[in-house]
């Protein structure tokens, strides 16, 4: 129908941006969508490493048994508790660097360049870093709290199951701060000065105009930033890993680590997957609302 | 004269001082890893981390006896690799988003997009299966791959914005003055873009040089990148700090000098398809 009345569009012009985008889209089915799929292949069997000849199909069995399994529910705990401290704690804190970096002053470049320095490291480094720190006879935080009188004896911040989680959380923050910090300058930048202007002339406070101009001028940003930011602390274990392996007991563990603990350790393929698997659900809500609003930009 | 200097005040009661506390909380692990490193391992648990009788010995140590040159050597190779497959598939992939208009291209893109938001736990243990029936566990070529999982999705979405940011009538020019499509591409976005594939390559270079659990998963013994090695420092029974911060420092400091020499650029093209949102 629309072929009489638009001019056709030439072969070449149809042909070629599949054959441009077919590379890129071929390697990541064989090496992203594939594998996915054998993932959620292998949580329906029976797999152990040991045992690579048994794959006896089980349907549900490893999620039923996930559902039944403590240390399954005690992960996920601590993945909610991991997400709903970490992600606010580096939000507030990359908003409050924000809006000091976007003010006038001699050293503001140097400022801006150095407060992203946690983001380019290693998360290796800063895992053994942060061991370091808290170490409990020679770390230089118990130092600083003994000479300062806050703590009466050296608290070994990792090995104290009371504590652990917190004291990853805290090496998170500082991880992941910056991040929000370079978005959210970004989004000041892209508010017009003008509407500043106005307002002062109008004699608003310094308060009001933070809540009326740069709050709702943030907005879109702030959305972005912690959808992203949910979706990559949930999924970060490589911190976990490094600092505590999980430990003491099970008391860092998070969902994702225990699943890649399960497989690593145990060699247990089938059940590690599935926990994989169930926290990939799990967080699907939040990759799709992620996506929505991403989509909305795709010109 | 007295409003000034009032004003001043406030300023670096209000400005500059926040600033300098949040630099320091950001700063400090950083630097008291720097002066572990420096410090002698007898001394550092008699007097601590200090810079009287600062010394070189523990890089000496990493170099001589630890042997980290080798696993530079594998950090850089699989890094490299990553940015050669990243931008070989992406650059084509990204011209063609941002180029033409065909369907399927919004589902493609989200595609693109949906894989970084995807725990990598439920990638590596696949990955891991698949490499072992290739035999390729403990080679370049499977941490290459495995970084390419994260680089090539992400790098498309950073390209596509880059070209997205020239003009479309500069090719639409240079076609109508004879140039074949190909010869646009390559005689007038490319050479535009050099900066933005320089961005990409870098970023596809630091977050692979960073990467850890793939390393450790696919890698670990013939092939060993600096981050698994820093890991291995830790001993059976005690850990040598002064080796352990020497490491840190000597493992973080490519893709830290990388960063800020060419931030500006990088964060303009991270934070281009988030802000707009």
């Known amino acids: 129908m629309s072929a009489t009345t638009a001019p056709p569009v030439p072969l070449s ?51 039923t048994a996930a559902l039944q399994d403590p240390v399954f529910w005690t992960s996920l705990r601590h993945t909610v508790l991991w997400i709903a401290i970490t992600v606010p704690a580096q939000m507030l804190l990359g908003l409050a660097t924000a809006l000091l970096l976007n003010q006038e002053f001699p050293w503001r470049g140097l400022a801006r360049a150095l407060v992203i320095i946690p983001w380019a490291l290693p998360s290796v480094v800063i895992a053994l870093m942060w061991v370091w720190i808290y170490d409990s006879n020679y770390g230089v935080l118990n130092d600083l709290l003994l000479r300062l009188n806050v703590i009466e004896s050296s608290i070994p911040w990792l090995a104290n199951p009371d504590t652990a989680l917190y004291a990853i959380i805290l090496t998170l923050t500082w991880q992941g701060f910056p991040f929000f910090a370079v978005m959210i300058l970004a989004g000041l930048q892209s508010i017009p000065k003008s509407y500043y202007e106005a307002a002062s002339i109008d004699g608003a406070s310094q308060f009001r105009q933070f809540w009326h101009i740069t709050l709702p001028g943030l907005a879109g940003v702030l959305m972005t ?42 060699l247990d393929y089938g059940y590690g997957s599935a926990l994989a698997v169930s926290f990939t659900i799990l967080l699907l809500g939040f990759v799709i609302l992620y996506l929505r609003r991403a989509g909305r930009n795709i010109g | 004269m007295m409003v000034r200097n009032r004003s001043l005040l406030r300023r670096i009661l209000t400005v500059d001082l926040p600033v300098a506390l949040i630099l ?26 200090s810079l009287v009788g600062a010394t070189l010995e523990n890089y000496w140590r990493l170099f001589s006896t630890v042997g980290f040159g080798a696993n530079l050597l594998d950090s850089f ?42 725990p990598l736990v439920l990638l590596i243990l696949p990955l891991f299966i698949l490499m072992k029936n290739l035999g390729l566990v403990d080679t370049y070529a499977a941490l290459i791959v495995a970084n390419s999982t994260v680089a090539i999705p992400f790098s498309v979405w950073m390209m596509t914005s880059y070209i997205d940011g020239i003009p479309r009538s500069l090719d639409e020019a240079a076609m109508t003055d004879g140039c074949t499509r190909f010869g646009a591409l390559f005689k ?90």
């Not at chain 2, 911060?245 to 060419?262: D, R, S």
Request: charged share 10%.
């Open chain 1, 13 to 63: 012009r149809r042909v070629l941006p599949l054959v441009m985008l077919s590379p890129a889209v071929l390697v990541t089915l064989a090496i992203v969508f594939l594998p996915m799929v054998q993932a959620v292949w292998m949580s329906l069997h029976d797999y152990v490493l040991f045992r690579p000849k048994n794959f006896d199909w089980v349907g549900l069995k490893n999620f």
């Open chain 1, 225 to 266: 930033a912690t959808l992203l930011r949910v979706i990559w602390v949930a999924n970060s274990i490589d911190v976990i890993f490094v600092m505590t392996g999980g430990g003491p007991g099970y008391s860092t563990y998070t969902l994702p680590l225990y699943a890649f603990v399960k497989a690593r350790t145990g």
């Open chain 2, 24 to 49: 320091v909380f950001t700063l400090s692990p950083y630097l008291w890893m720097a002066l572990t490193s420096v410090t002698l391992e007898s001394n550092l648990f008699t007097q601590g981390p």
């Open chain 2, 77 to 118: 190779i699989v890094a490299g690799g990553t940015v050669i497959v990243g931008l070989a598939l992406a650059v084509p992939a990204a011209y063609a988003f941002s180029r033409f208009r065909f369907r399927g291209r919004r589902l493609l893109m989200l595609q693109f997009l949906v894989i970084n938001m995807f």
């Open chain 2, 188 to 277: 007038v976005v490319l050479p535009l873009c050099t900066p933005g594939i320089i961005a990409t390559g870098v970023y596809i270079f630091i977050t692979a040089w960073n990467e850890y659990l793939y390393a450790l998963t696919l890698g670990g013994r013939s092939v060993k990148p600096i981050t698994v090695a820093i890991q291995t420092l830790i001993g059976e029974y005690q850990v040598e700090w002064g080796l352990l911060t020497a490491g840190g420092i000597v493992g973080a400091m490519p893709a830290t000098l990388l960063f800020l020499v060419i931030q500006k650029r990088l964060i303009a093209g991270m934070t281009a398809g988030a802000v707009k949102g």
